[in-house]
């Protein structure tokens, strides 16, 4: 009879780790590239503003409409930076869930190659057990055989 892995209740854990550690890493990385694509939209508006107030300075404006176009790209500005802030955090947090899945996964991987190698031994106990209970039976049939040429030559 073949011995169960004693150690797959931790390897259950360690897959349900590496899973839920492999969601985090989803939503991090599509975390990340909503805010890299927000700060994209941003600096994209903010070049169309600039254009927009080039075109309209060509034309003359009013001094409060020109005061009005700076505080808007002023304000676009402050919201490019406060953006690529959050892109740099997202990239770090990113970071830290590849760290965390590379070490579940590496732990997960341990106790794998420990199941394989209990599954090994496993197969090799069962086929040494075999072959004996086999040579059991073939000495047994020997010995039956030698019995009855004894008893026939009497």
């Known amino acids: 009879m073949t011995k169960p892995f004693s150690l797959q209740s931790v390897?259950?854990?360690?897959?349900?780790?590496?899973?839920?550690?492999?969601?985090?890493?989803?939503?991090?990385?599509?975390q990340q590239h909503s805010a890299q694509q927000q700060l994209e939209m941003l600096r994209q508006y903010r070049r169309d503003y600039q254009m927009r107030l080039q075109e309209s300075t060509q034309g003359g404006m009013a001094p409060a409409e020109?005061?009005?176009?700076?505080?808007?790209i002023n304000k676009l500005d402050e919201a490019i930076a406060q953006q690529f802030q959050?892109?740099?955090?997202?990239?770090?947090?990113t970071q830290v869930g590849r760290g965390e899945f590379d070490a579940t996964r590496r732990k997960l991987k341990s106790f794998d190659t420990l199941r394989k190698r209990h599954v090994e031994e496993q197969k090799m106990v069962a086929e040494k057990s075999e072959q004996k209970s086999l040579d059991e039976h073939t000495g047994r049939l020997a010995a039956r055989k030698m019995r009855n040429t004894e008893d026939s030559n009497r």
Do not use: Y
Request: glycine fraction near 2%; aromatic fraction near 6%; charged fraction near 25%.
């Open 86 to 93: 959050t892109v740099e955090q997202s990239k770090v947090s």
């Open 11 to 30: 390897m259950n854990l360690a897959q349900h780790q590496n899973d839920s550690a492999t969601r985090k890493l989803g939503q991090l990385n599509k």
């Open 66 to 72: 020109l005061r009005n176009f700076q505080e808007f």
